[in-house]
């Protein structure tokens, strides 16, 4: 199974500031079809989580592009370029490439 | 507009059983790859299972803790995805998430989920 790794595990962050996220995986994330299934999810409190990027850094409709990720490999990075209070909740980086699929245990970001 | 909706979580005692459902409207269902994913109290994200579109043969693949346990299943007709859940135990006490795979990722959209808690 592969273990994903995220840190920080808490992010207080400033508002109108950057944050970022790191996502580790134990094994390469690259699929025998040359992609790389990993993807960021977004959970506001009281909330399912939602889709914000897929394939390591393709926004998804309707996410806005203050938010981008990055990596290859086993490496990988959220990145917020100015945060605004609707960003507080907890970030999941998962990989859909291995099965069983796995999340990274979360990353909570508040202000 | 893309809607996925769960339901069927309930109280149900340890070794019992329940079925989830998950109503899909607003795109195609038998396009779809479907997913379920659980968040215990308190606790982070947990992959289930899933099922492919029956074009892509429609196989199924799950999480060890579930497998043999857990069934998942679909009705394109209905467009509708189920979980059949057996043999429950304490730990699967969660809010259960239905998830639509449109071709971004499998992950397009998610439903509001539904309560499942295993307890006597």
């Known amino acids: 199974e592969i273990v994903m790794t995220q840190t920080p595990l808490l992010s207080p962050v400033t508002l109108g500031q950057p944050a970022s996220i790191s996502c580790r995986s134990s094994?390469?994330?690259?699929?025998?079809?040359?992609?790389?299934?990993l993807n960021w999810l977004q959970q506001r409190p009281g909330q399912p989580p939602r889709l914000l990027i897929y394939?390591?850094?393709s926004r998804f409709s309707g996410v806005p592009d203050r938010f981008s990720g990055s990596g290859a490999g086993t490496d990988f990075t959220l990145k917020i370029s100015r945060v605004e209070a609707e960003d507080v909740g907890i970030y999941y980086c998962?990989?859909?490439?291995?099965?069983?699929?796995?999340f990274g245990q979360g990353t909570k970001v508040e202000i | 507009e893309v809607q996925v909706v769960e339901s069927g979580g309930a109280l149900v005692k340890p070794g019992g059983s329940l079925i989830l459902s998950c109503a899909a409207s607003?795109?195609?269902?038998?396009?779809?790859?479907m997913t379920w994913v659980r968040q215990g109290p308190g606790k982070g994200l947990e992959w289930v299972g899933r099922?492919?579109?029956?074009?892509?043969?429609?196989?199924?693949d799950y999480a060890s803790p579930v497998k043999g346990r857990f069934t998942i299943s679909r009705d394109d007709s209905k467009t509708t995805l189920y979980l059949q859940m057996n043999s429950l135990k304490t730990e699967d006490t969660a809010i259960y998430y239905c998830?639509?795979?449109?071709?971004?990722?499998?992950?397009?959209?998610w439903g509001q989920g539904t309560l499942v808690t295993v307890s006597s």
């Open positions: 998962m990989q859909a490439t291995h099965i069983p699929q796995t």
């Open positions: 607003g795109f195609t269902f038998s396009n779809a790859w």
């Open positions: 094994q390469s994330l690259v699929s025998g079809d040359g992609n790389t299934y």
């Open positions: 394939r390591v850094s």
């Open positions: 099922i492919k579109r029956e074009i892509d043969g429609g196989t199924t």
């Open positions: 998830c639509a795979g449109l071709g971004s990722s499998e992950y397009d959209f």
